[in-house]
């Protein structure tokens, strides 16, 4: 198995750690503060908050797509 280090990041979820530093084949993996993971965003707080933005904007998105269908009576 092939691991593309340009793609892989590694994020810390606790504090009082140093940062990391993790090499593959003499190539560093970066570290970030929050990631994408099977679609669910995570930070480095372990909350909530921007997972719950993305699924309400995703979710305006697709409303806003069916306005057109929306027949509104008054």
Request: charged share 30%; hydrophobic share 35%.
């Amino acid at each position: 198995m092939r691991m593309n280090v340009r793609k892989t990041e590694v994020m810390k979820v606790c504090d009082n750690v140093p940062p990391m530093r993790i090499t593959v084949n003499g190539d560093t993996i970066s570290e970030v503060s929050s990631l994408k993971y099977l679609g669910a965003r995570f930070n480095d707080e372990a909350l909530c908050d921007e997972k719950i933005k993305t699924r309400l904007t995703l979710a305006h998105e697709q409303m806003g797509k069916l306005d057109p269908y929306v027949e509104v009576r008054l």
